[in-house]
């Protein structure tokens, strides 16, 4: 049975990492899993994602910065996540669509339904069955960053601190907008404990 799970949530959530351990769990239960991100994923689409992320690009339109998301999701979505789902495999994504309508739509200002809008061309309708929402107070995840030299610090991690509040209202709404659709997770809790409520959240679905 396939399922398709997304990860997300604001910087230093500690999403990417409990994303790893539910991989190797599911795994070694005999799941058939793929772990992918976005934006990337595929040659292409990672080839799309250094273009968005290089910090040299500071006069990046906000539309262009929306529809290079959209373009990248687009061939990540043909060319892996689909033909997996067809295969009866579990997608655990990390970021999709909602981070687009959360960072791009609310943060950046263009609007959730415009940026859903443009979105709709790239992802034909499609949803994910499951996404994940781990919640945490912006500070605590930028200073869980700079704790971490492991992680580099891309020009998204460099915004105002009230953006990052913006990017956290905006899930929230989207939580209030697809409720079905969304777990939240409280992502100050030890890796531990994240872990396995993410856990639970995805068993129960399949
Ligand atoms: P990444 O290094 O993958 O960060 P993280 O570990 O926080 O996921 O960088 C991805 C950045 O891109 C992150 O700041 C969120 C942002 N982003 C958007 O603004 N819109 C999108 O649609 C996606 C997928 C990511």
Redesign the pocket.
């Known amino acids: 049975m396939s399922l398709f799970v997304t990860f997300e949530?604001?910087?230093?959530?500690g999403?990417?990492s409990v994303l790893k351990i539910l991989n190797q769990r599911l795994i070694d239960e005999g799941y058939p899993v793929v772990l992918t991100?976005?934006?990337?994923g595929t040659p292409i689409a990672e080839q799309i994602r250094n273009v968005?992320?290089d910090k040299a690009n500071t006069d990046m339109d906000p539309w262009t910065?929306a529809l290079l998301?959209a373009a990248?999701?687009r061939q990540h979505l043909v060319e892996k996540i689909i033909p997996a789902l067809n295969e009866g495999k579990i997608v655990l994504c990390?970021?999709?669509?909602d981070?687009?309508l959360?960072?791009?739509g609310g943060a950046r200002g263009l609007g959730i339904d415009k940026v859903l809008a443009a979105n709709m061309f790239a992802t034909e309708g499609r949803f994910p069955d499951l996404t994940l929402f781990f919640d945490l107070d912006p500070e605590t995840g930028l200073d869980r960053i700079s704790a971490n030299s492991a992680?580099?610090v891309?020009r998204?991690?460099l915004e105002k601190m009230e953006f990052h509040q913006k990017v956290r209202a905006s899930f929230k709404q989207l939580v209030e907008q697809y409720g079905d659709r969304f777990v939240v997770i409280d992502a100050s809790k030890s890796k531990e404990e994240v872990a396995e409520e993410a856990y639970r959240a995805i068993k129960s679905r399949l």
């Open positions: 949530g604001g910087e230093g959530s999403k990417s991100r976005e934006p990337g968005i992320l910065e998301y990248s999701r990390d970021r999709f669509l981070s687009s959360a960072y791009q992680r580099e891309n998204l991690d």
